[in-house]
């Protein structure tokens, strides 16, 4: 089934979910740090750590948002950085803070949808997408264009939250995500949708084997998994 933000609107998930971003964007970095305690810093920084061995890449940041993971990624040095995301709202803050840093000479923002991608075959090294594969309306086309973006052999990197399973991990991480996060998440946004929406497409979401299963049906390969902070997240990597 299917898991949408607004539950009383009649659109399609991919033109609810663009709705949603650009209704939070402006409160979007405060409220993920804050709502996740700053773990989210920790899990980019390691999840960047797999790309570490490629030499002036060229990285596409799918579901870009803000450009969190774009500017992370500057640790490798890339030749240059391509943030794309449905949502211009989002992306305006992340020029704003491209713009900030001086950044700009190396990311570059990119409206668009990961499902339908505007490059061209083989165009990166490596492509990477933080807590927005989830949010796909379909997950296999937005997979299978990411791998003929991708160069033969280029690296993918998947950041994703997902469902603890042991106790009391998987009871506090319950509580917190039905109860406090719609709360404070609603409040500081003015949106309870979007952090409804949250965990509830985090529990529909095909984790661990089943996201495996997606990869490798999209054409990736060497596929690893890694979770993090007792599975509140999950790291997955994969060439093509
Ligand atoms: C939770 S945010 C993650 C942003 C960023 N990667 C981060 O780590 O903070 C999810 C993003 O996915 C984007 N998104 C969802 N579906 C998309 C699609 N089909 N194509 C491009 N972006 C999409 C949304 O607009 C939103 O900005």
Redo the contacts with the bound molecule.
Sequence with gaps: MTVKPYLTSDEGK?KQ??NM?DNIAPK?DFL?HFLSLGI?KIW?RRAIGLLKDLKSPRIL?????????AIASLRLKPQSVVG????PQ?LKVGEEKIQKKKLDHIISMVE????NLPFNDGEFDAAM????VR???NLNA?LLEINRVLKPGGKFMV?EFSNPTVFPIKQLFKFYSSTILPWWGGLLSKDKAAYTYLPASVAAFPEGQAFVNELEKAGFTSLRVWKQTFGVATIYFAHK
């Excluded at 940041?61 to 993971?69: S, V």
């Excluded at 794309?84 to 949502?87: G, I």
């Excluded at 668009?112 to 499902?115: I, L, N, P, V």
């Excluded at 997408?129 to 927005?132: D, I, K, M």
Aim: no cysteine.
């Design positions: 991919k979910i663009k971003f979007y993920n989210d980019r940041d799918i579901a870009t948002g803000t450009g969190d993971l794309l995301d449905l949502s989002m668009g949808d990961s499902e997408v933080a807590f927005g949010n796909f309306e937005g950041l």
